[in-house]
């Protein structure tokens, strides 16, 4: 896989617009998993908060590369979407945990009292885009 990359500004205004997205992972073995999660982004990570024990931690602390794509049919003329290969990360406390607790809050103004992340105790992923294809949009 290539160096890191960067969302183009269209790419990073379509993905802070999307509500959900759909995350691949897979186990060591190549065994896949597919989940749709609720995400935040900024022009370099998407950041998602989930469980612990969750099939998606699992299988990162396995095997760190992903996939990711938040898309829309809107018509046969008119779909778009964003697709993201990439690496990992397991967060648990930091600077970068902090960023992804603030985006997630900001993004989805209920969290923070339905969901609240707490450092040390609750797990954020931090997806690190190696490839980026996108289309349709404007």
Not at 87 to 109: F, S, T, W
């Amino acid at each position: 896989m290539k160096d890191l990359v960067q969302f183009s500004p269209k790419e990073a205004k379509y993905l802070e617009q999307q509500m959900v997205g759909r995350l691949a992972t897979a186990s060591r073995k190549g065994i896949p998993h597919l989940a749709p999660i609720c995400y935040a982004s900024n022009p370099e990570r998407i950041f998602i908060h989930t469980g612990r024990d969750s099939k998606k931690v699992r299988n990162i602390m396995e095997n760190r590369r992903v996939a990711f794509v938040a898309d829309e049919y809107l018509s046969w003329e008119k779909n778009r979407g964003v697709i993201v290969q990439g690496v990992a990360k397991v967060l648990e406390k930091g600077e970068e945990y902090e960023l992804g607790r603030r985006l997630i809050y900001g993004k989805y103004p209920k969290w923070e009292q339905e969901y609240p992340i707490i450092g040390g105790e609750e797990i954020l992923l931090a997806i690190i885009p190696k490839k980026v294809l996108s289309w349709g949009l404007e």
